[in-house]
T-cell receptor, first 115, second 114 residues
Framework: AQSVTQPDIHITVSEGASLELRCNYS??????LFWYVQSPGQGLQLLLK??????LVQGIKGFEAEFKRSQSSFNLRKPSVHWSDAAEYFC?????????????FGAGTRLFVKA | EAQVTQNPRYLITVTGKKLTVTCSQN?????MSWYRQDPGLGLRQIYY???????DKGDVPEGYKVSRKEKRNFPLILESPSPNQTSLYFC?????????????FGPGTRLTVT
């Protein structure tokens, strides 16, 4: 069955430190891959997406993610975290051929930022 | 302003009392979807619609109904709510076509069924 795993339920980093959030997927072919952010009390906002091509994708708010086919991973990174990055982050996949209609989300990773 | 709106934002109801959560988008998107968010489970898709009068089940459709009579609206109907439907619900929309794919989410509706 298709699945998305975010191994870390929560992560705490100091402001200014680097960040990496992990995401692994289980699917026969490479799906379309996404990262969303949810600030407290808000809906989800798309950070970045991967369809094909360059495996390092840039997103909004200084985030980037790297697709590694051999590891079935799509980890999210940011070189220097700001206090405003404290939020919950969701990795999501869409199976190719699904037309973008079937989205599977991971359970989320909550990011805490220490001053 | 391009947006997805949901109403109500908060709702407390009793078991068995029919309710409807409305969702509306002003971006002329073909695709709309409903999700529920529960702690530790992320978002799970309830129903989606590819266009007017075209809907299909997501991963957790039991106990829910939807309709898509107009392009902009996609209401979620709970005919007989039960406590296990207490959750945070999100509506989302996007243009069809995977290369332009980006889902826009509403602000959420927090539903409590007692």
């Amino acid at each position: 069955a298709q699945s998305v795993t975010q191994p870390d339920i929560h992560i705490t980093v100091s402001e200014g430190a680097s960040l990496e959030l992990r995401c692994n997927y289980s699917y026969g072919a490479t799906p379309y891959l996404f990262w969303y952010v949810q600030s407290p009390g808000q809906g989800l906002q798309l950070l970045l997406k991967y369809f094909s091509g360059d495996t390092l994708v840039q997103g909004i708010k200084g985030f980037e993610a790297e697709f590694k086919r051999s590891q079935s991973s799509f980890n999210l990174r940011k070189p220097s975290v700001h206090w405003s990055d404290a939020a919950e982050y969701f990795c999501a996949v869409d199976p190719r051929g699904g037309g973008g209609f079937k989205t599977i989300f991971g359970a989320g990773t909550r990011l805490f930022v220490k001053a | 302003e391009a947006q997805v709106t949901q109403n109500p934002r908060y709702l407390i109801t009793v078991t068995g009392k029919k309710l409807t959560v409305t969702c509306s988008q002003n971006m002329n998107h073909e695709y709309m979807s409903w999700y529920r968010q529960d702690p530790g489970l992320g978002l799970r898709q309830i129903y989606y619609s590819m266009n007017v009068e075209v809907t299909d089940k997501g991963d957790v459709p039991e106990g829910y109904k939807v309709s898509r009579k107009e392009k902009r609206n996609f209401p979620l109907i709970l005919e007989s709510p039960s406590p296990n439907q207490t959750s945070l619900y999100f509506c989302a929309s996007s243009l069809s076509g995977i290369l332009t794919y980006e889902q826009y989410f509403g602000p959420g509706t927090r539903l409590t069924v007692t």
